[in-house]
């Protein structure tokens, strides 16, 4: 299967820890994206990397937020001192820049939640 | 007021009816317009995809985009059980420039097709 994949898949953890969670894009796909989903709501955008890149960060993403992608391939999104808030769902998505079109392809998501 | 409105149901409807999902935006920049199902616990995949107004049609499935009224819809005929998702439908900017791609939400529709 060569569809975009994200470890791990839920991750629990207590108020004020760190916590990564790592994307594999789909390999020839240069644009990578974070998005975070939270219960009822649709998915709202975090992070964008161009390659290795990181091209545009939302206000959302508060400096505890912070997020990689290393030689353009795998990225990783990291956030310090973790809030309850914090609880939802993070999402990667890729695409092919070269695409006609724009339509990004994404993973199964990993569901955080922080007691 | 956010840019993309969605009601977000639930809507519940027996097998073989049309089921018609709607959204609203507010940005005129907004060219490309994507509909995403997603299953519970999982990430988004997309459906269909158009670019400005007009109609697509793949299968059971209907997009139409009246960029006039900033309206936003996707028919479903003969549903089906496993039709049953929550639907989102998304936008995207300008193709170019800084919009890089990123998605923009609606709140997602509550689909249950029952037997």
């Known amino acids: 299967d060569t569809g975009v994949s994200q470890d791990p898949r839920h991750k629990i953890t207590k108020r004020g820890q760190n916590v990564t969670f790592r994307c594999d894009p789909i390999?020839?796909?240069?644009?990578l994206y974070w998005y975070r989903q939270t219960l009822g709501q649709g998915p709202e955008f975090l992070t964008y990397?161009?390659?290795?890149?990181?091209?545009?960060k939302s206000r959302l993403l508060s400096d505890r937020f912070s997020a990689e992608r290393p030689k353009g391939s795998f990225s990783t999104l990291e956030i310090q001192r973790t809030e309850q808030g914090d609880s939802a769902m993070y999402l990667c998505?890729?695409?092919?820049?070269?695409?006609?079109?724009?339509?990004?392809?994404f993973g199964p998501g990993t569901r955080l939640t922080v007691t | 007021q956010k840019e993309v409105e969605q009601d977000p149901g639930p809507l519940s409807v027996p097998e073989g009816a049309i089921v018609s999902l709607n959204c609203t935006y507010s940005?005129?920049?907004?060219?490309?317009f994507m509909w995403y199902r997603q299953y519970s616990r999982k990430g988004p995949e997309l459906l269909m995809y158009?670019?400005?107004?007009g109609n697509k049609e793949d299968g059971r499935f209907t997009a139409q985009v009246d960029k006039s009224s900033k309206y936003i819809s996707l028919f479903i005929r003969d549903s089906q059980p496993s039709d049953s998702a929550t639907y989102l439908c998304?936008?995207?900017?300008?193709?170019?420039?800084?919009?890089?791609?990123?998605?923009?939400f609606g709140q997602g529709t509550i689909l249950t097709v029952h037997p």
């Open positions: 998505a890729s695409s092919d820049r070269q695409a006609l079109t724009y339509e990004q392809y």
């Open positions: 390999s020839e796909h240069n644009r």
């Open positions: 990397f161009q390659n290795e890149a990181q091209l545009e």
């Open positions: 940005n005129s920049a907004f060219q490309y």
């Open positions: 158009t670019y400005s107004s």
């Open positions: 998304a936008t995207i900017a300008n193709a170019g420039g800084t919009s890089y791609g990123k998605l923009t």
